[in-house]
């Protein structure tokens, strides 16, 4: 906290009054903070410090807590009692420095009076008005342990008043209440001290979704977050740190980064008219971002993408892979604009996710609050933990097209962006229900442009699975799982093949055939690419849209092998064939027809000295497009 100068502004006091609960009246809170301290030092105990500043004594004020600071200093925490009884509501909470100063206290006590109103009834009558009020028509849950009743004061308008404070923990809900009854036996006041936090988000973005509140865990947790989203009441968690880094620092801004709620409610409503930077229009970015970084985390985990697979947590609970690397999420970073990014190291690295404004509207439209966006920059995270090397040439593009496919399947449309670019197809060229590009044209130098048609494809294979009858929580498990079949820098054609060996059945291989063949990554087809370490490369495409037989496709007409040697250091490519019609066929290498010989079913390829690589081969009756499968060799 910044330092005030001068010994006459040393104190600073706010007052602030909490909303009454009803038939309770609610005390005003009373801040007072001082760096040099609002008492002498003393040696005394620190509560016995804050009690004679607030000027009541051991009776009126019991000790709750008492906790020490790094720094020396001493937190203690007060209750107000009164004959014996809890003042409900009533408190004081204190700081002593190390010196035995007192440096801040908030006094929430109230007055008190021996004229107390008497309860009129038992606490077996509390707990039955708590139980009717909270469970009235229905009968009473499982409770993880059993109510507790507790006799209380309520200060009230007329003084104060005998009633009864009944906790009821359902166990199955893990539902905490706290129901005050006063002493008449009528419910004045009901509090749920299960941490459901909650926020108001735009589940896919402001175009598309109204602003809702939503609840996360909560401090209970779930199976895919133990210990729930939310640390220290700000959007700081096991699975995601979302702050504001307008200053494009890569760290926190000095101040107001991220939104506070001591009851993690983040209810920040959106002011469309007014600038993203706007402070609430802030507090909402941060929240939302940390909202659909959960939400991704958590879905993604009921998948597959998990802590031996180098997901992204602090704590892995024992359960594999490094840890300590939760996403490191920045909202409205200051560093460009337009865009996104998310940057993956190795298991045990925070990545870091950043976040840019757009300025394709007026006011400026913000990424954070477009679920696209951030869905599609967690992708990236996934494919690069999970299958690795997807940069550039075809493994970028892959990287491109799933993480739009991650976008595309979390949110059910078949547009990426169209919030952020103010456009209604996004920014794609186009939709991608019924694609008009196949395989053949992912063969440019755009990561993006090529990934349209993984993505396309990917989305032809939701259309067609979800027809057959078949769940989306099935095709998520499926292709997260086929990442585990997949190599490092992959093709299309090794995409397609781990999601065959990640389904169950013939049907629903099928069902994949069916949309990749569509989409002309069919059995015989074929994508290279060669990069240079400045990330320059070249794609060469050969598409095909044959199914296998099993699946109702018609085979090849006829086959071929390749197989390769180096004979004096010159590559020879020995090409074998079967089933060409024709006196003369047609090879083709790389997609480029090197020479028509004649159907004797086998030529030898002589490549030239310094020529290495992988090349492809077909072979085609003469003058006509039905050719062979292709085969490949690499030198």
């Known amino acids: 906290m910044r330092k005030i100068a001068s010994s006459f502004l040393a104190v600073l006091m706010i007052t602030a009054v909490a909303n009454a609960a009803p038939g309770i009246h609610a005390a005003g809170a009373k801040l007072q903070h001082s760096e040099f301290g609002l008492t002498l030092p003393s040696a005394e105990p620190a509560a016995d410090i804050v ?46 420095d190390a010196q035995g100063r007192l440096r801040h206290v908030i006094d929430a006590s109230v007055e008190a009076s021996s004229n107390v109103k008497r309860s009129s009834i038992t606490a077996d009558t509390a707990l039955s008005a708590a139980l009717g009020h909270r469970y009235a028509g229905k009968s009473a849950p499982a409770f993880f342990r059993s109510p507790l009743v507790q006799p209380v004061v309520l200060p009230t308008d007329g003084g104060l008043e005998e009633g009864y404070l009944v906790e009821t923990w359902e166990l199955r809900s893990n539902d905490l209440w706290h129901t005050v009854v006063n002493g008449s036996g009528k419910v004045v006041s009901e509090e749920h001290r299960t941490n459901t936090d909650s926020y108001f988000i735009f589940s896919i973005h402001p175009n598309a979704t109204p602003q809702a509140v939503v609840s996360g865990p909560g401090s209970a947790g779930n199976a895919e977050s133990p210990l729930g989203w939310v ?24 101040t107001n ?40 985390h958590d879905k993604l985990y009921r998948h597959g993408f998990v802590e031996a697979q180098g997901n992204f947590q602090t704590n892995n609970f024992g359960k594999g892979g490094a840890g300590n690397d939760a996403v490191l999420a920045e909202a ?30 007026t006011p400026s439209r913000d990424g954070d609050i477009d679920a696209d966006v951030v869905f599609h920059e967690y992708g990236h995270g996934l494919t690069w933990r999970m299958i690795g090397s997807m940069g550039g040439g075809l493994a970028g593009s892959i990287g491109e097209g799933m993480s739009d496919t991650v976008a595309c399947y979390m949110t059910g449309q078949d547009t990426v962006g169209e919030y952020v670019k103010n456009n209604t197809v996004g920014i794609r060229r186009y939709p991608y229900t019924n694609y008009p590009l196949t395989y053949r044209s992912a063969n440019t130098t755009s990561v993006h442009a090529n990934g349209e048609i993984y ?48 389904v169950p059945t013939q049907a629903q291989d099928c069902i994949v055939w069916d949309a990749f063949a569509s989409m002309g990554i069919g059995v015989n087809a074929v994508g290279t690419d060669s990069c240079n370490f400045l990330g320059n490369c070249t794609i060469n495409i050969t598409e095909d849209f044959t199914k296998p037989a099993v699946c109702g496709g018609t085979p090849a007409p006829y086959t071929l ?73 690499t030198y």
């Not at 220290?232 to 000095?254: E, F, K, M, Q």
Request: proline share 3%; glycine share 10%; net charge neutral.
């Open 51 to 96: 009690r004679g500043y607030v000027g009541r004594s051991a009776g009126d004020l019991a000790v709750q807590s008492e906790a020490s600071s790094k720094n020396g200093a001493r937190h203690v925490r007060l209750q107000q009692m009164f004959d014996g009884r809890p003042v409900y509501g009533a408190y004081v909470r204190g700081t002593v």
């Open 231 to 254: 640390t220290n009441n700000t959007t700081i968690g096991n699975n995601v740190d979302a702050y504001l880094d307008r200053d494009n620092s890569n760290t926190p801004d000095a």
């Open 257 to 296: 980064a991220r939104p506070v709620s001591a009851t993690q409610d983040f209810i920040y409503a959106w002011d469309s008219l007014s600038a993203p930077t706007t402070a609430v229009n802030q507090n909402l970015a941060v929240a939302n971002l940390f909202y659909l970084n959960n939400v991704i």
């Open 332 to 361: 409205q970073d200051g560093g460009g604009t337009n865009n996104a990014n998310f940057a993956t190291p190795a298991d045990g690295s925070k990545p870091r996710m950043q976040m840019y404004l757009w300025n394709t509207a």
């Open 455 to 502: 993505a396309a494809t990917m989305w032809k294979l939701r259309g067609l699975w979800l027809n057959a009858g078949y769940s989306m929580d099935e095709l998520w498990d499926y292709v997260i799982d086929g990442m585990n079949f997949t190599p490092a820098n992959p093709e299309y054609e090794e995409m397609r093949n781990g999601i065959l060996q990640a």
């Open 561 to 633: 092998t390749a197989s390769g040697a180096i004979s004096g250091g010159r590559p020879r490519t020995t090409l074998n064939w079967a089933g060409a019609t024709g006196s003369n066929v047609d090879i083709f290498r790389n997609n480029v027809r090197i020479t028509t010989t004649a159907n004797d079913g086998n030529h030898v390829d002589q490549l030239s000295k310094n020529q290495r690589g992988t090349f492809t081969y077909k072979v085609c009756n003469a003058g006509t497009t039905t050719c062979s499968n292709n085969a490949s060799v």
